[in-house]
């Protein structure tokens, strides 16, 4: 089982970044895909971005691309999600996670072993 920490979360006026960092415990963080994910408050957790096991492969929501970047230190059991041209629907809490399934290219919801327990990012207007 992987243990995961997320930092960074904030508040930023719209326009500006934050880049929350997600700390992992345990050796085998680097066989699995990780994603972050987010849920604003009455709405359901919804996927971000995803960054393969060996970090070639990446995915984001559509309403994220182009301003937000995912990325990963295996080495340093790290993952990272900076995020640029922030938008008050951009507020929420978002989560770090790490897929269940060793050696993984994309990190589904269905297939989360380990969640971490969020970060609070709320952008103003």
């Known amino acids: 089982q992987v243990h995961l920490v997320e930092s960074g979360g904030g508040w930023v006026q719209a326009g500006g970044s934050l880049r929350l960092s997600c700390a992992a415990s345990?050796?085998?963080?680097?066989?699995?895909?990780v994603g972050w994910f987010r849920q604003a408050p009455g709405k359901e957790r919804e996927f971000v971005a995803g960054?393969?096991?060996?970090?070639?492969?990446?995915n984001y929501a559509d309403s994220v691309k182009g301003r937000f970047t995912i990325s990963r230190d295996n080495a340093k059991t790290m993952a990272y999600l900076q995020m640029n041209s922030l938008k008050p629907e951009d507020t929420a809490v978002y989560y770090c996670?790490?897929?269940?399934?060793?050696?993984?290219?994309?990190?589904?919801?269905?297939?989360?072993?380990?969640w971490g327990q969020g970060t609070q990012v709320t952008v103003s207007s």
């Open positions: 960054i393969g096991w060996r970090g070639g492969y990446v």
């Open positions: 345990g050796r085998t963080f680097s066989r699995y895909a």
């Open positions: 996670a790490s897929d269940r399934r060793s050696f993984s290219t994309v990190v589904s919801m269905a297939d989360i072993g380990s």
